[in-house]
């Protein structure tokens, strides 16, 4: 079992900066891979970003040059730098930990972009 909290969400204008975190109770490095998926009302939830455990990282076509995944595995945290953040941003933000046999949710934290 792995509990993933996820915080750093807020209401921000167009154009802003947010950044999320999310802490594992488990190691960084027991995840094959990390991400962060968001999902709007009504919407699909969808894969916004992901690290590996080797530090590789994937985005997005819509995040790409504005978002970046990192970590600190001394904390034990995975964060998301939002930059130049758009109305269409608006969504609930997930936290994923992903294993080679299971996989965990994070509770979800609002990212809200005012234009």
């Known amino acids: 079992q792995v509990q993933l909290v996820e915080s750093g969400g807020g209401l921000v204008q167009a154009g802003g900066s947010l950044r999320l975190s999310c802490v594992a109770s488990?190691?960084?490095?027991?995840?094959?891979?990390m991400g962060w998926y968001r999902q709007a009302p009504g919407k699909q939830r969808e894969l916004v970003a992901t690290?590996?455990?080797?530090?590789?990282?994937n985005y997005a076509d819509s995040v790409k040059g504005r978002f970046t995944i990192s970590r600190d595995s001394a904390k034990n945290t995975v964060y998301l730098s939002m930059n130049s953040l758009k109305a269409e941003d608006t969504a609930v933000y997930y936290c994923?930990?992903?294993?080679?046999?299971?996989?965990?949710w994070g509770q979800g934290t609002q990212v809200t972009v005012s234009s």
């Open positions: 994923r930990w992903t294993g080679t046999s299971d996989a965990y």
């Open positions: 690290i590996a455990r080797g530090g590789s990282t």
């Open positions: 488990r190691s960084y490095f027991s995840a094959n891979v």
